[in-house]
């Protein structure tokens, strides 16, 4: 199957700092990439969509300024965490599928993000 | 909109015992169904899948049936193990279709205890 990498597995910083979370497709494009936040113990909340070249669509409840999405790349997206919080600490898991995926849906392992 | 219905958990089980999770699902048109595990502190990992009614899908040991008449697609494994524990995703998904992200179920917790 295809494989779907995340960077970091975990990080931890400072409130009011800023996080930068990658999302990469390692042997296939993907035309889509999605970015789903997971609270302790429960289901994944889809967070925003994101097409290659084109501005995320935001779930409704999501700060599209406080979770920066950029989708540069057919292989590459990243969700950077803007001045961070203790409430934003969670685990982010992206996820990608394209044509050569078939269109199913890969995950990375997700990041594991901790704010002090 | 189209929604995803799991047995709520945890389920604690004995080793070697028969595993049912229950999952029903609404949906618009004619989608495909998976499950998903994860292990704790990992990710996703797709255990198994069905793209149409009737398929049966399997994996280390695990199976489901696309049912379209009940709308459902119940994972089940004659005989678990500890290293089943995990919590267990059941999600629906339209395949060739770029923008549509997977619908998740809740999730359901297994502990399979020796």
């Known amino acids: 199957g295809a494989v779907v990498s995340q960077h970091p597995s975990w990080v931890i910083c400072k409130s009011g700092t800023s996080v930068k979370i990658e999302c990469r497709s390692l042997?296939?494009?993907?035309?889509?990439m999605f970015w789903y936040r997971q609270f302790p113990k429960q289901s994944l909340m889809l967070m925003a969509t994101?097409?290659?070249?084109?501005?995320?669509?935001?779930e409704q409840g999501v700060e599209k300024d406080k979770f920066l999405i950029n989708h540069a790349s057919l292989t590459l997206s990243t969700l950077t965490v803007t001045s961070a919080h203790p409430e934003d600490s969670s685990f982010y898991i992206c996820s990608a599928k394209g044509r050569e995926s078939d269109y199913e849906q890969f995950f990375g392992p997700g990041t594991r993000l901790t704010v002090l | 909109g189209d929604s995803v219905t799991q047995m709520e958990g945890p389920v604690t089980l004995s080793e070697e015992a028969f595993l049912t999770i229950n999952c029903t699902y609404t949906?618009?048109?004619?989608?495909?169904l998976f499950w998903y595990v994860q292990y704790p502190g990992e990710g996703l990992q797709l255990l198994l899948k069905a793209t149409k009614a009737d398929d049966k899908g399997s994996n280390k040991g695990f199976e489901a049936t696309y049912r379209k008449e009940t709308t459902s697609f119940h994972l089940e494994k004659g005989s678990v193990q500890v290293s089943d524990s995990a919590v267990y995703f059941c999600a629906l998904s339209y395949l060739n279709s770029g923008n549509t992200p997977l619908v998740f179920g809740k999730g359901t917790r297994l502990s399979v205890i020796a």
């Open positions: 994101s097409n290659e070249g084109s501005k995320a669509t935001y």
């Open positions: 949906a618009t048109g004619y989608p495909s």
């Open positions: 042997d296939f494009q993907a035309t889509t």
